[in-house]
């Protein structure tokens, strides 16, 4: 299993431009989460999944989109990006329940 | 959400018992504790959780206060490899989600 992995590890941006973060889980999970972790802070969630064809907003969703077309990807969209949006930006997976979070090893985004 | 406070930074001596504290208050009846690390530069990864009994497994110990508004983490002979941040996350069932706080940054010392 390769478990959580993402797409791209690394991006520069410049204002304005667009991207998609994939997110790929081999797990056959339920929920799938995207994170935002600043310098310094604790992870903030973006927006997340509690099954295929459905997505949520967590507590920072401003400036992003997410799509859940398939149960095993979790799409994280910047249709604008701003220099604020610069962060490592981790994807997490789990089965259901009360039961543990699997993160990926992140992807860092610089918007110049 | 219920609220956590964390110490912002521990020190530890190798091989010694290391206990990292968690205050959440606010926590309801139903809500679980969830402890996850943080090595530099990678994802979070699952320590531990809990209801309202203590819990062990193999990397760790969960010890929870009998009013449930407190709760520690104990790691039994700290490594160098344990040095890393420490997230003391509720859960109320049925949210699916976490929220992060900012953790405790532990520093084991050789």
């Known amino acids: 299993n390769a478990g959580v992995t993402q797409t791209p590890k690394f991006r520069v941006l410049k204002t304005g431009q667009s991207m998609t973060l994939l997110c790929a889980q081999d797990m056959n999970h339920e929920y799938m989460y995207w994170y935002r972790q600043d310098p310094g802070m604790g992870l903030r969630l973006i927006h997340y999944?509690?099954?295929?064809?459905?997505?949520a907003k967590g507590e920072v969703p401003d400036g992003y989109n997410v799509s859940r077309l398939k149960k095993q990807n979790f799409l994280l969209g910047l249709e604008s990006a701003a220099p604020s949006q610069t962060s490592v930006y981790f994807c997490?997976?789990?089965?259901?329940?009360?039961?543990?979070?699997?993160f990926g090893p992140g992807t860092r985004l610089t918007v110049t | 959400d219920a609220k956590t406070t964390q110490p912002n930074s521990m020190e530890s001596n190798e091989e010694e018992p290391v206990h990292l504290p968690c205050n959440h208050s606010?926590?309801?009846?139903?809500?679980?504790i969830h402890w996850y690390l943080q090595l530099p530069s990678q994802g979070p990864e699952y320590v531990i959780h809990g209801l309202t009994s203590n819990v062990n497994n193999r990397m760790a110990s969960l010890a929870i206060a009998e009013d449930r508004k407190s709760s520690t983490l104990i790691l039994h002979r700290a490594t160098l490899r344990d040095a890393a941040v420490y997230y003391c996350?509720?859960?109320?069932?049925?949210?699916?989600?976490?929220?992060f706080g900012t953790g405790t940054r532990l520093k084991v010392l050789a």
């Open positions: 999944s509690v099954g295929e064809g459905t997505t």
């Open positions: 996350i509720p859960e109320a069932p049925g949210t699916y989600k976490y929220i």
């Open positions: 606010t926590i309801s009846g139903t809500d679980y």
């Open positions: 997490a997976s789990r089965s259901g329940g009360v039961s543990e979070q699997y």
